[in-house]
């Protein structure tokens, strides 16, 4: 019913920069908030950024000042421009959605398949 499809992962050398996109679609009511979150290897799945549908972001300590979240409700998509990556950026990279079907009364979460970024010389 509902899919999300992220992009624009890779390898890149530290200090460099990606840009990660992610594309709602199905039967999608309407969004609430959206935003990425990583897990790397050993570890738990962490927040990276968020933003809400009225565009308020929120960030985690450790991208803070580096990465930027933004979306286009019109085309139901989410973006993070990340700079200055680090090393310890490394990780598979989800977005989530919290959305409601059409037909549905309530908001529930979704999330992409991931999409691998890493940051290496």
């Known amino acids: 019913q509902v899919q999300l499809v992220e992009s624009g992962g890779g390898l890149v050398q530290p200090g460099g920069s990606l840009r990660l996109s992610c594309a709602a679609s199905?039967?999608?009511?309407?969004?609430?908030?959206m935003g990425w979150y990583r897990q790397a290897p050993g570890k738990e799945r962490e927040l990276v950024a968020t933003?809400?549908?009225?565009?308020?972001?929120n960030y985690s300590d450790s991208v803070k000042d580096r990465f930027t979240i933004s979306r286009d409700n019109a085309k139901n998509t989410v973006y993070l421009q990340m700079n200055s990556l680090k090393p310890e950026d490394t990780a598979v990279y989800y977005c989530?959605?919290?959305?409601?079907?059409?037909?549905?009364?309530?908001?529930?979460?979704?999330w992409g398949q991931g999409t691998q970024v890493t940051v290496s010389s």
């Open positions: 989530n959605a919290v959305l409601r079907l059409t037909g549905w009364n309530i908001f529930a979460p979704y």
């Open positions: 199905g039967s999608i009511f309407s969004i609430n908030a």
């Open positions: 933003i809400t549908n009225t565009g308020a972001p």
